[in-house]
């Protein structure tokens, strides 16, 4: 499914193509792709809130797949091995920010279906030092969206600095949201949601938050700590005002609409922290993919096939989705 030019989603912009089977260059593999989750970073560029970087593009960073070719040099993943891949594909491995551990930060890092083709598509190829292990506890649906929602959650939950016991507010609850709270749940603390949606209420309490609401000003109590999941700078005031002394509100969004002026004395003093989260680590990934794995976490999928992508990302847009998209491209799981 490719995206030839930036358009709105309504306009189902992804066009089924032909393309030749792409091959690994050195230290490439080749995937043939079984699922790849949908994320509403894919909306952002399809949609042009993040600069186009390739076009004609396919989009799509929550892969997994089975290998099927190995580029010359690949040593550690084997033909049939199953993998993922995630939004982060390439850092440089030598600037200060790789050397630190933070190679989230490195300027020349490269994403997945934005910089190279991603995995709305029969085969994919990533280099071998940035695709995943998979725990074999999940299923190829239930994987993917480890992949994005679950690994960028993860480290906005890092970010978030939560103590043991703590509050956590989680602002949107959509495919990040519900598996970063069943982290924090196994953790052993209690979860606080403020959503539009319903169903995303409904999912939140189905799931033991314990409290749910429209709006944080409702929020019984202050959070230790909390998460802004969804694009929306209003909420960021909303949610520093329901922040203890002391807290840290996480911004997990890779785009946000303008934050509105703020009150100093109510939404900031009294050492309250505000963190951005900018995608991840691959040890972020190997954190995540390990906490999943042993909780386990059970993400909530709805599934659609690969050639219904636009309708999946309509319904995504439209927060008509109860946990992740997934779509279905190759062998039936
Ligand atoms: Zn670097
Ligand atoms: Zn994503």
């Not at 050195?26 to 792709?33: C, D, N």
């Not at 509403?40 to 809130?49: C, K, P, S």
């Not at 040099?73 to 440089?92: D, F, I, M, N, S």
């Not at 922290?273 to 390990?290: C, F, K, M, P």
């Amino acid at each position: 499914m490719v995206l030839e030019d930036i358009a709105p989603i309504e306009s189902s912009p992804l066009r089924p193509t032909e393309l030749p089977d792409p091959h690994p260059a050195p230290g490439e593999v080749r995937l043939a792709v079984h699922t790849c989750a949908i994320c509403r970073t894919d909306l952002h560029v399809i949609e042009g809130e993040l600069p186009p970087q390739k076009l004609p593009v396919i989009p799509g960073h929550q892969i997994v797949g089975v290998v099927d070719e190995l580029g010359a040099g690949c040593t550690r993943l084997k033909v049939g091995q199953r993998v993922g891949v995630a939004w982060l594909r390439h850092t440089c491995g030598r600037c200060g920010f790789c050397a630190a551990g933070r190679e989230n930060l490195c300027e020349a890092q490269r994403f997945t279906g934005y910089h190279a083709d991603g995995g709305y598509a029969e085969r994919a190829v990533v280099a071998e030092d940035f695709a995943y292990e998979l725990p074999e506890t999940f299923g190829d649906v239930e994987a993917a969206p480890l992949l994005c929602a679950g690994i960028v959650g993860y480290r906005a939950l890092k970010r978030a600095e939560l103590p043991a016991g703590g509050k956590l507010a989680i602002y949107g609850f959509g495919s990040s949201a519900h598996v970063i709270a069943q982290i924090a749940m196994h953790r052993g603390c209690d979860v606080y949601v403020v959503t539009r949606g319903e169903s995303h209420r409904e999912l939140a309490r189905q799931m033991g938050a314990v409290w749910v609401g429209e709006r944080a000003d409702d929020m019984p109590v202050r959070a230790d700590s909390a998460i802004i999941f969804a694009p929306a700078g209003e909420l960021v005031p909303a949610a520093l005002e329901k922040l203890e002394k002391g807290g840290t509100l996480s911004l997990a969004g890779i785009y946000m609409t303008p934050i509105p002026e703020m009150d100093y004395e109510r939404c900031v003093f009294y050492e309250r922290d505000i963190h951005s989260v900018t995608a991840n680590t691959r040890a972020d990934g190997r954190e995540l993919l390990a906490a999943a794995a042993e909780i386990p976490i059970r993400p909530h999928t709805t599934t659609y096939p690969l050639a219904e992508a636009n309708r999946a990302l309509q319904d995504l847009k439209a927060d008509r989705l109860n946990g992740t998209g997934v779509l279905l491209v190759g062998r039936d799981p």
